[in-house]
């Protein structure tokens, strides 16, 4: 029987790039040696968004929409987009065309040759700026260093995965402060890489703000190490320390000079220990936001309305 590819893209706002993003990757897809679903998952959008996606299902079978009730982020439509699809091979792309579509017949052969995992890497990525790319570096030293799980740098939220690896995410891996990213290098299995340059977005702006960068990547790393969790241990060390040396400073000065040493330095003392207090009572904080959220076991995402599945999931 005929091998399926679905193709999952996480559309928040895209009414400019759309059109121009389902005509590229249609024409790709149908020269594919693979049968193919789209599935478009609309994640809250407030423009035009939905009424284009409904159009293009409409004219189109092989275009699939699961429409959120509200926006919940680009991690929750990508789980939907596995959860509904029911191709042998899945694969996740942005709707803005910093994917290129000529990479999935790349995509289709490595599938064919067997492989679970594949990891699209960009080689170039110009659109982003300076300051993304260096901070992406950053974060990604960061986490090598901090986390058991080796994550690809580089790697982006286009990747391709077999049938078999994405029952894994789908069933495993239901967190809610999510990294899809990082699962994909967490699972094992066949895996490989393909190298892309990412191409500028097609139209709109970026829906990634830095504050919202920030918050995502600090959840990241709590999600993938404990080690921040025990900081705690090693600054009360290093306080404990300097505490001693100003004792015995302060002895001294007062069996030297006579007067026990000044102002500035409790000042100094207290400042910094309330700095080192306050940071891990923060990072305690969040693990317990994680932590929260979890026990909590919200949905990870809302349905509002589907469009093309056979038996339409509402
Ligand atoms: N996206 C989404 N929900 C959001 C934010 C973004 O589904 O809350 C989608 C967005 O439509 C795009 C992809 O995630 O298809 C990547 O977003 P974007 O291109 O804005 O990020 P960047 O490429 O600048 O990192
Ligand atoms: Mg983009």
């Known amino acids: 029987m005929e091998k399926k590819l679905s193709v999952v893209v996480s559309c928040y706002n895209e009414e400019l790039a759309l059109r121009q993003f389902y005509a590229e990757t249609s024409k790709v897809l149908k020269s594919l040696s693979w049968d193919y679903e789209l599935i478009f998952v609309n994640d809250g959008s407030q423009d035009g968004s939905i009424e284009i996606l409904k159009e293009l299902a409409a004219g189109d079978e092989k275009v699939k929409v699961v429409d959120f009730s509200r926006n919940f982020g680009h991690e929750a439509a990508m789980i939907a987009g596995m959860d509904y ?54 974060f990604y030293r960061l986490i090598n260093i901090l986390s058991d799980v080796k994550f690809e740098p580089n790697a982006s939220d286009f990747f391709a995965v077999s049938k078999k690896a994405a029952k894994v995410l789908k069933t495993n891996y239901r967190e809610k402060v999510r990294f899809l990213r990082g699962y994909v290098q967490n699972i094992g299995f066949r895996r490989t890489t393909i190298e892309y340059e990412a191409r500028n977005r097609v139209a709109g702006e970026s829906k990634y703000s830095i504050k919202k960068l920030i918050t995502f990547s600090m959840n990241t790393i709590m999600c993938f190490s404990n080690l921040p969790l025990k900081l705690g241990i090693y600054a009360g060390g290093f306080a404990g320390v300097l505490g001693i040396i100003m004792m015995i400073y302060t002895i001294w000065s007062w069996a030297e000079v006579g007067t026990p040493s000044g102002y500035a330095t409790t000042i100094v003392l207290i400042c910094f220990m309330f700095a080192i207090l306050f940071l891990i009572v923060g990072i305690i904080g969040n693990y317990i936001a994680i932590l929260f959220a979890e026990l909590k076991d919200r949905p990870i995402y809302i349905v509002g309305e589907t469009k093309n599945f056979p038996d339409e999931k509402e």
């Not at 995509?107 to 992406?136: C, H, P, Q």
Request: proline letters at 6%.
């Open 85 to 138: 699809s029911s191709g042998d091979g899945i694969v996740c792309m942005d709707a803005d065309l910093q994917h290129p579509p000529e990479c999935l017949p790349g995509i289709i052969a490595k599938l064919d040759e067997g492989y679970d995992v594949i990891n699209m890497v960009r080689t170039k990525n110009e659109s982003a700026g300076w300051f993304k790319n260096f901070a992406g570096a950053a």
